[in-house]
């Protein structure tokens, strides 16, 4: 995947991702917190609210150095 969007595309099996079975859901989704157009936090938020994704398992990674998380404050 190349951005949050496209992630989305994936997952919910839309436009170019349409034939599920090309497409599988994966067991795993590793996600990168900085992705271009949505990022990980968003994706997060929507594949809880997509029904058909709640059983996703789902990993948060990013490149950010050790401090606290968004909206945690310092």
Known sequence: ????????????HRGKYSDKA????????????NMPKLDGLGVLQKIKKEKSLKKTTRCRADNVEFGPWPGQGT
């Open 1 to 12: 995947m190349n951005d949050g969007e496209e992630c989305m595309d994936f997952l919910c």
């Open 22 to 33: 090309a497409a599988p859901r994966p067991f795993l989704l590793l996600l990168d917190l």
